[in-house]
């Protein structure tokens, strides 16, 4: 008899002969440039507070899904602060970031409809595009105008369509042509749903978002998390009360799942007062994002030169980005080495070695399976956002 499971052990050392092989790495000690706390509210003492408080009043878990046992006040709480935050009708919370862009878009179309996404869009908006069932077309990275024309073409074959992107892209940290693709939207007549997951507590005026930071007109679907600058964990849906109300009857990751449970949600909800009462936070994290781009300016490293707090610093090979990964920890700083499937592989055929050029990075030739990646802050209050990146200035207050 041939072992069903044996397959696994094949494919995990074709994962590792790829340079590819990833494993949980736990950081107690070294400082921390690598995770999504941009405002450093995961361990505030009102997030812990808020969380302590809520588990003694409703317990560890939400014990039901929210239209049967599980809605609790709290939850209601965190959903009016997130449509007052976002200035949209209503809100809708989900256990995670990922759930909430699968059941957004699950929903909203279906076998009859068209998708477009950006080709580095993440994961879970590739994930609940393909679930849907609609047709899903990519279009190469920021290309707003490549996307125009498509839709210039195809549009007219199908019922309902969506442009679906990240507004600030994670493993890139550059930002969607959205005054672009709002437009677009508005001319062929599509729905527009952006993932917020790292422009929230970061961009906008308040730190809304990106939408906010660059005014779009509504209606726009904004998804989002809970789980970096919001330090806690869930995600999000912010729009019109339809929407909302749409999504209660329809989308199964909402629907069929536990509420968020009570410490989550409290959490989260402490966190959006605190962007208000304490905007000094993202000031700092601007600052910070500055000096440490003087700084690598000044020792030439290559950062890209985007906008966002992520700093990526291309290298050649895994091989490389994994080394300088493991000198960064031995020197005490935690950077992590972003490897494929995190980011594209080379395209097939191609030489692993050979630099690869990606569209509308900005920086020209940039080898495939590199990366070194690191979430930091970008611009001081002081420091415009460069105009190349099609994303004007708004205040930071
Ligand atoms: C762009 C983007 N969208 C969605 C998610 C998923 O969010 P969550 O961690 O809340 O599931 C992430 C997190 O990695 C992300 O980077």
């Not at 992590?336 to 690869?356: C, K, L, N, S, Y």
């Amino acid at each position: 008899m041939t072992d069903p499971y044996r397959w696994i052990e094949d494919k995990l050392a074709a994962i590792a002969r790829a340079g590819w092989h990833r494993q949980p790495r736990l950081n107690t000690h070294l400082l921390d440039f690598g995770s999504n706390d941009y405002l450093g509210l995961a361990r505030h003492p009102a997030l812990q507070q808020a969380a302590i408080a809520a588990i003694a009043q409703y317990g560890t878990g939400a014990t039901g899904s929210r239209l049967v046992t599980g809605h609790l006040p709290i939850h209601g709480e965190l959903e009016t602060a997130i449509a007052r935050f976002k200035s949209t009708a209503g809100a809708l919370v989900f256990s995670s970031g990922y759930l909430a862009n699968v059941g957004v878009l699950s929903a909203l179309l279906g076998p009859q409809d068209l998708v477009v996404g950006d080709a580095y869009n993440h994961s879970s908006l590739q994930m609940g595009a393909r679930l849907s069932g609609a047709t899903v077309w990519v279009y190469p990275h920021g290309d707003a105008a490549g996307l125009a024309t498509y839709l210039h073409r195809a549009r007219a074959g199908f019922r309902r369509c969506a442009i679906v992107t990240d507004t600030v892209f994670s493993m890139d940290g550059d930002v969607a042509p959205l005054t672009n693709l709002r437009a677009i939207a508005e001319q062929y007549d599509c729905m527009m749903v952006v993932d917020e997951a790292h422009g929230t507590g970061v961009f906008g005026p308040q730190g809304q978002g990106v939408v906010q930071h660059l005014d779009l007109a509504p209606p726009v679907v904004q998804i989002g998390t809970l789980s970096k600058a919001l330090g806690s964990l869930g995600g999000y849906v912010a729009g019109s009360a339809s929407l909302i109300a749409y999504l209660q009857n329809r989308a199964a990751t909402w629907i069929y799942t536990t509420g968020l449970d009570p410490a989550a949600t409290a959490a989260a909800t402490a966190a959006i007062h605190l962007i208000g009462q304490e905007p000094d936070r993202r000031d700092r994290l601007w600052q910070n994002v500055a000096l440490f781009r003087t700084l690598a300016q000044h020792h030439g490293l290559p950062v890209l030169p985007v906008v966002s707090p992520i700093a990526i610093v291309p290298l050649p090979t895994n091989e490389q980005a994994l080394a300088v990964s493991a000198r960064l920890a031995e020197q005490g700083f935690f950077v992590p080495a972003i490897r494929p499937p995190t980011v594209p592989p080379p395209p097939p055929g191609d030489p692993p070695r050979r630099p690869h050029r990606r569209s509308n990075s900005g920086f020209g030739k940039m080898p495939p399976n590199l990366l070194l990646g690191t979430h930091l802050c970008p611009n001081s209050r002081d420091r415009p956002i460069p105009k190349t990146l099609n994303i004007s200035r708004r205040n930071k207050t």
